[in-house]
């Protein structure tokens, strides 16, 4: 690879999945870095630990089909050599056609990893000042009032925020399995890799009832913001009619109860949030109830009648930057390219979302100490229109976006849906391979160092 022009040190101000990959990105091609973590130094309301890319909600990075999008982004990022999607393949723990990743382990691995690289200075402490020099600023959706401040000069009255919910986790020998069943919708996967907690229509009928009564922690300024629609807390949904639960997240599609050998009326899914299974995660279940209500309202679910919250759920607020406005192709400031924005404080929703974000953030500072030009990622892939949505002045009314097959590049001309979406994954996969062939003297680095993380 050709030297770079400049060595010097590039600030990543934030220690979570976008910013923990960017500074891998750069240190791994010879780029001094320092990373600022404000933890622990500064507490967040949503993380339990210090640890980097600590996962706060769920610890599922969704579908693994290569069919669906999010199956689509994990493939174009292992093709860019991705710090976080080695690390979770090497983490991950059986979840279905999902991949789920010990939550812990995960957080440790890649701590261990950026703490021990030899360009990588990690700095505990609170960036209140966006420092000179090529900074990419990945603060997350818990950005601080400080950092904040300091974006505000960046981006004036642009800056928008909405709140976020985290679903409640329980020990697992606290779940009756002489009510619930081990499967996974359609027996996708290997083994039984969710547990599930059939209702009949009367017990989904009184769960739903003691959520719509349920007391709720009502946050004044939550009065006041929207809610992100992608992870709107379950009591939310709930109120949007009697079937929108068991048509959403506790649909009981694909799964038969063995007690009756028929489909349940409505299902209440639970994953496992560690390798040794000891903890599981409530599905969909992400909520802003009280904790005593949590402990109410869910023990009338038919095998968690008694069982042990190591965590409740709890609400969390999320800042994010109206990036249509604000940045380019390759996620810097148009007012002020040294600057780059990525992961949640984009607006791109999710954590492999997050972790693509910080990767091209990384590559644009490569690419212009390179002296070349950055060529946006193709928009035909998961990614390369994630970041076009994002970046492009004519999306109007921005709000957060996890990657999805609305905003690819439709194929109107295949009618069969799966057909259509098998076309539009081979379609991704062709443009992402000459992508990488085109620029594999940059990408062999972390490719190289990707294929060590996973063994």
């Given at each position: 690879?050709?030297?770079?022009?400049?060595?010097?040190?590039?600030?990543?101000?934030?220690?979570?999945?976008?910013?923990?990959?960017?500074?891998?990105?750069?240190?791994?091609?010879?780029?001094?870095?320092?990373?600022?973590?404000?933890?622990?130094?500064?507490?967040?309301?949503?993380?339990?630990?210090?640890?980097?890319?600590?996962?706060?909600?769920?610890?599922?990075?969704?579908?693994?089909?290569?069919?669906?999008?999010?199956?689509?982004?994990?493939?174009?990022?292992?093709?860019?050599?991705?710090?976080?999607?080695?690390?979770?393949?090497?983490?991950?723990?059986?979840?279905?056609?999902?991949?789920?990743?010990?939550?812990?382990?995960?957080?440790?691995?890649?701590?261990?990893?950026?703490?021990?690289?030899?360009?990588?200075?990690?700095?505990?402490?609170?960036?209140?000042?966006?420092?000179?020099?090529?900074?990419?600023?990945?603060?997350?959706?818990?950005?601080?009032?400080?950092?904040?401040?300091?974006?505000?000069?960046?981006?004036?009255?642009?800056?928008?925020?909405?709140?976020?919910?985290a679903a409640p986790i329980v020990a697992a020998e606290s779940i009756d399995m002489k009510r619930a069943f081990?499967?996974?919708?359609?027996?996708?996967?290997?083994?039984?890799?969710?547990?599930?907690?059939?209702?009949?229509?009367?017990?989904?009928?009184?769960?739903?009832?003691?959520?719509?009564?349920?007391?709720?922690?009502?946050?004044?300024?939550?009065?006041?913001?929207?809610?992100?629609?992608?992870?709107?807390?379950?009591?939310?949904?709930?109120?949007?009619?009697?079937?929108?639960?068991?048509?959403?997240?506790?649909?009981?599609?694909?799964?038969?109860?063995?007690?009756?050998?028929?489909?349940?009326?409505?299902?209440?899914?639970?994953?496992?949030?560690?390798?040794?299974?000891?903890?599981?995660?409530?599905?969909?279940?992400?909520?802003?109830?009280?904790?005593?209500?949590?402990?109410?309202?869910?023990?009338?679910?038919?095998?968690?009648?008694?069982?042990?919250?190591?965590?409740?759920?709890?609400?969390?607020?999320?800042?994010?930057?109206?990036?249509?406005?604000?940045?380019?192709?390759?996620?810097?400031?148009?007012?002020?390219?040294?600057?780059?924005?990525?992961?949640?404080?984009?607006?791109?929703?999710?954590?492999?979302?997050?972790?693509?974000?910080?990767?091209?953030?990384?590559?644009?500072?490569?690419?212009?100490?390179?002296?070349?030009?950055?060529?946006?990622?193709?928009?035909?892939?998961?990614?390369?229109?994630?970041?076009?949505?994002?970046?492009?002045?004519?999306?109007?009314?921005?709000?957060?976006?996890?990657?999805?097959l609305g905003i690819m590049p439709p194929m109107d001309s295949i009618r069969a849906k799966r057909a259509r979406?098998?076309?539009?994954?081979?379609?991704?996969?062709?443009?992402?391979?000459?992508?990488?062939?085109?620029?594999?003297?940059?990408?062999?680095?972390?490719?190289?160092?990707?294929?060590e993380i996973v063994g």
């Amino acid at each position: 690879m050709a030297s770079m022009s400049a060595l010097d040190t590039v600030t990543v101000i934030g220690g979570g999945l976008a910013g923990s990959e960017a500074a891998w990105q750069l240190a791994i091609r010879g780029i001094p870095v320092r990373l600022m973590e404000m933890r622990p130094t500064v507490v967040s309301p949503a993380h339990h630990s210090d640890g980097l890319a600590e996962l706060v909600c769920s610890n599922s990075f969704k579908s693994d089909d290569p069919a669906t999008a999010t199956g689509m982004l994990k493939r174009e990022l292992e093709a860019l050599g991705s710090l976080i999607i080695a690390a979770a393949r090497a983490a991950a723990v059986p979840a279905g056609a999902a991949l789920a990743v010990d939550r812990d382990g995960f957080s440790a691995s890649i701590t261990e990893l950026i703490e021990s690289h030899p360009l990588i200075e990690l700095v505990r402490e609170e960036a209140t000042v966006v420092p000179d020099g090529d900074v990419v600023i990945a603060s997350g959706p818990l950005t601080s009032a400080n950092l904040e401040r300091a974006l505000s000069e960046l981006v004036g009255d642009s800056r928008l925020a909405f709140f976020d919910a985290a679903a409640p986790i329980v020990a697992a020998e606290s779940i009756d399995m002489k009510r619930a069943f081990r499967a996974s919708r359609y027996d996708k996967g290997e083994g039984a890799d969710y547990i599930n907690c059939p209702m009949n229509r009367e017990q989904y009928d009184a769960f739903l009832g003691a959520i719509l009564d349920a007391d709720r922690v009502i946050l004044k300024e939550f009065e006041q913001k929207d809610l992100f629609q992608a992870c709107q807390p379950i009591e939310e949904v709930a109120r949007c009619g009697a079937d929108a639960l068991r048509y959403g997240g506790m649909k009981p599609v694909g799964l038969v109860d063995p007690a009756t050998g028929e489909r349940p009326w409505a299902v209440l899914q639970l994953r496992a949030e560690n390798h040794a299974a000891t903890a599981y995660n409530l599905v969909g279940c992400q909520t802003n109830l009280t904790f005593s209500e949590q402990r109410r309202v869910f023990s009338l679910v038919p095998g968690l009648e008694n069982a042990e919250f190591l965590r409740y759920g709890v609400m969390h607020r999320n800042t994010f930057v109206d990036a249509p406005r604000l940045l380019a192709a390759d996620l810097s400031l148009r007012s002020n390219p040294r600057i780059r924005i990525a992961g949640q404080l984009s607006g791109t929703e999710g954590y492999l979302e997050a972790a693509g974000g910080g990767l091209v953030a990384a590559l644009g500072i490569v690419n212009a100490r390179l002296g070349h030009q950055t060529l946006p990622i193709p928009e035909d892939t998961a990614l390369g229109s994630l970041i076009a949505y994002a970046t492009n002045p004519d999306t109007s009314r921005y709000q957060p976006m996890h990657v999805n097959l609305g905003i690819m590049p439709p194929m109107d001309s295949i009618r069969a849906k799966r057909a259509r979406r098998a076309a539009i994954a081979e379609r991704a996969a062709a443009a992402m391979l000459e992508y990488s062939r085109a620029h594999a003297e940059a990408l062999h680095p972390a490719l190289a160092a990707a294929s060590e993380i996973v063994g």
